[in-house]
């Protein structure tokens, strides 16, 4: 079958780092995507990973291990703003059909 | 500048109605995906094309859901009948397929109360 796991929450304080974990076991694999989802408004694009290693954009990275079917992402330097659901996702094949975790709700406290 | 557009935003209708959702992709992306979003399974994937053609409907209940691409500015997704388990927020993303990153662009997403 096809699974991806995450947390269902974390919380953490601002200014602090929160590593989000997610395990995947899918049918096809071209490609690791996180997405940041405010309440009540569309998930947008955090970041992709193909190639296993980290990706460094900002306060985010985000690392894939293939052979594991594992990622993370962590968020550094934590603001209020980033409190969200961070979904990741897997594409399946090389046209885009994106499969979605149900999501990890940051919860960012003061 | 450029970004997905679905219509209704929000929509209440009674058991047994037809719904109709549309979705304009942006403009050059050569795919196109429906998702459902609730609080209990999150983001399921309905249906996708690739160039206007449906490529996997298989998380579509086929009784009463369709999904069509009339052409390349226009998506829709119709549930005749609606039931109240169809409540949900859909979304509609686009993409450009076999580019860098492949990322999906999502749309506002359209709220469906079935009651």
């Known amino acids: 079958g096809q699974n991806i796991d995450q947390p269902t929450e974390m919380t953490a304080t601002e200014g602090a780092i929160v590593q989000i974990n997610c395990t995947y076991q899918?049918?096809?694999?071209?490609?690791l995507f996180w997405y940041q989802q405010h309440a009540g408004e569309a998930p947008t694009f955090l970041s992709y990973n193909v190639l296993d290693g980290l990706e460094e954009k900002g306060r985010f990275s985000s690392f894939l291990s293939r052979s594991k079917g594992y990622s993370y992402l962590l968020l550094k330097e934590l603001q209020m703003k980033d409190s969200a659901s961070y979904l990741c996702?897997?594409?399946?094949?090389?046209?885009?059909?994106?499969?979605f975790g149900a999501g990890t709700q940051v919860v960012v406290t003061p | 500048d450029a970004r997905v557009t679905q219509t209704p935003r929000d929509k209440v209708t009674e058991m047994g109605q037809e719904v109709t959702m549309r979705c304009q992709p942006i403009l050059g992306h050569n795919t196109v995906f429906w998702y459902r979003q609730t609080m209990m399974q999150g983001l399921e994937l309905l249906a996708y094309?690739?160039?206007?053609?449906?490529?996997?409907d298989s998380g579509m209940p086929k009784d009463r859901f369709s999904a069509e691409m009339p052409d390349a500015t226009l998506a829709t997704l119709k549930i005749q009948p609606s039931e109240p388990r169809d409540s949900a927020v859909y979304f509609c993303?686009?993409?450009?397929?076999?580019?860098?990153?492949?990322?999906?662009?999502f749309g506002e997403g359209s709220r469906l109360t079935v009651l």
């Open positions: 996702a897997v594409r399946a094949d090389s046209w885009g059909k994106f499969q």
């Open positions: 094309f690739r160039n206007r053609a449906p490529l996997d």
């Open positions: 993303a686009s993409g450009l397929g076999r580019d860098d990153t492949g990322e999906l662009f």
């Open positions: 899918t049918s096809g694999f071209n490609g």
